[in-house]
């Protein structure tokens, strides 16, 4: 049931942030190689898409493990971990 929780607040929270700050997609299977993503992805349920860009040969990634957004220090942050943190949700 948390997961869909997070699921939703991930869709709120993208929208609040996607204009303020960019966000970036850390490939798990790859070290060092980060994608920006660009401003109209969208996030569904576990997953997020683009729409006319493929990331790493593809449209579709899961979101939780792997998306971070820069904050104004040029700080990566982990989405997941900050919507737990924010919203106090534990996995």
């Not at 942030?17 to 569904?44: G, M, Q």
């Not at 449209?59 to 971990?81: A, E, M, V």
Request: with cysteine; net charge positive.
């Amino acid at each position: 049931m948390n997961v869909s929780l997070l699921n939703r607040l991930a869709i709120m929270e993208h929208h609040q942030l996607k204009l303020l700050v960019p966000f970036i997609y850390k490939c798990d299977t790859r070290k060092n190689v980060e994608a920006s993503l660009p401003e109209n992805f969208y996030i569904h349920n576990d997953y997020l898409y683009t729409n006319d860009q493929y990331i790493f040969d593809t449209n579709k990634l899961i979101w939780q493990p792997s998306l971070y957004f820069k904050n104004g220090y040029g700080k990566h942050i982990h989405f997941s971990d900050y919507l737990c943190k924010k919203y106090r949700i534990k996995i």
